[in-house]
């Protein structure tokens, strides 16, 4: 059971690293910063197939109706690259928020990838 663990442990460590590239806490995760409530934010994340097969993208999910997020392509060759756009509709949140969005894949090694954005909403 240990050896089980340890091996789900590090495979899942290595598939962030490989999906995230150079900087994996920044690759995953984009902060806003301080927005106006009401305002309309944009980000596109990079979401790269570093395995060495072909990757669909079967779906893609958020945290909220206020997150809306689709991908460039939904089938990546090996070593291919495509943008995940994500768009924040901040009208009627105060504070510090933090939306997920999460893209699932036919990867039975990581079947759902997840990025995070947030921002603090001000008046």
């Not at 994996?24 to 596109?44: L, S």
């Not at 994340?45 to 990757?55: A, D, M, P, Q, V």
């Not at 997150?67 to 089938?75: E, L, M, R, Y």
Request: glycine share 8%.
């Amino acid at each position: 059971m240990r050896k089980a663990f340890a091996l789900f442990l590090f495979s899942s460590l290595v598939f962030q690293f490989a999906f995230a590239g150079d900087d994996p806490g920044a690759a995953m995760e984009w902060d806003f910063g301080r927005i106006k409530e009401g305002v309309v934010v944009k980000h596109d994340f990079t979401f790269k197939n570093e395995t060495s097969g072909i990757l669909k993208i079967t779906g893609i999910n958020s945290s909220c109706g206020c997150t809306v997020s689709q991908a460039g392509k939904n089938s990546l060759a090996p070593g291919e690259s495509t943008m995940i756009n994500v768009v924040f509709n901040s009208k009627g949140y105060l504070g510090e928020i933090k939306q997920f969005v999460y893209v699932n894949t036919d990867d039975t090694n990581m079947p759902v990838v997840r990025f995070i954005v947030k921002a603090q909403v001000e008046k």
